[in-house]
Structure formats: structure tokens, C-alpha cells
């Protein structure tokens, strides 16, 4: 059975750091591009980041590049979203997502059915 277990979140300063982790079980972790995926306050999905399955190649979306990082670790079957620099508007819920196998059908990576497993999410609070 595939699962996904998110934690991490929490409440933090703005300009602080976070670390979220993915703990993946029931599939071959290995074999599938991995996302976090995030709904703020009011605001649909928002895809933040991937990894390719291997784990050479990541993508970011623009409000996040240059603060977030998404490496995995192969062997603990983890995925992992380093947080810096938070803001405000990172304020969210932060899921973590199978990128399905059929993804390149759709072309929104906003649009939850492209992906085919999610975690329960974890929260992220950026407040003073």
C-alpha cells in the first residue's frame, strides 16, 4: 500500500528555516518523480517543487527558487523540502505528492490529478 507520511511544519519567524520530510513506503521509491505541492489561506493548489526520480534534476516554482531545496534520500525512501528565508506567504499547508506516470498529460502541475498519492500534510506557519 503506498504511503505517504509529511512532518516538519511548524511555526516559524520570517527569515527562519525549516526542514519537511516525506517518509514513502508501499512502492519503489526510486522510480517516480516526487513533488511538494502547497494551499495557502484562501488559494488553490500551488505546486512548489520535484525531483526526478533519480534525483539529478529539480524544478522550482519562481516564489521559492533560491530559498528551497528538494533533495531525496534514496535509501531512507525520504523526500525532503529544505525551507530558508521563509516568508509570510509561505504560510501553508505543504503536502508531498507521487508524480503519476501519466503526468505528461497534464500540462497545470497545479492540477491534483497529476499526481496519484498524497500525504496528509504538514503545516507551515511564517508569523512574528
Known amino acids: 500500500q503506498v504511503q505517504l507520511v509529511e512532518s516538519g511544519g511548524g511555526l516559524v519567524q520570517p527569515g527562519g528555516s525549516l526542514r519537511l520530510s516525506c517518509a514513502a513506503s508501499?512502492?519503489?521509491?526510486?522510480?517516480?518523480?516526487m513533488s511538494w505541492v502547497r494551499r495557502a489561506p484562501g488559494k488553490g493548489l500551488e505546486w512548489v517543487s520535484d525531483?526526478?526520480?533519480?534525483?539529478?534534476?529539480?524544478h522550482y516554482t519562481d516564489a521559492v527558487k533560491g530559498r528551497f531545496d528538494i533533495p531525496r534520500d534514496k535509501a531512507k525512501k525520504t523526500l525532503y523540502l529544505t525551507m530558508s528565508n521563509l516568508k509570510p506567504e509561505d504560510t501553508a499547508l505543504y503536502y508531498c505528492?507521487?508524480?503519476?506516470?501519466?503526468?505528461?498529460?497534464?500540462?497545470?502541475?497545479?492540477?491534483?490529478?497529476?499526481?496519484?498519492?498524497w500525504g496528509q500534510g504538514t503545516q507551515v506557519t511564517v508569523s512574528s
Open positions: 508501499g512502492f519503489t521509491f526510486s522510480s517516480y518523480r
Open positions: 525531483i526526478n526520480a533519480g534525483g539529478a534534476s529539480t
Open positions: 505528492a507521487r508524480v503519476g506516470p501519466q503526468s505528461e498529460y497534464y500540462s497545470d502541475l497545479n492540477d491534483p490529478d497529476r499526481y496519484d498519492y
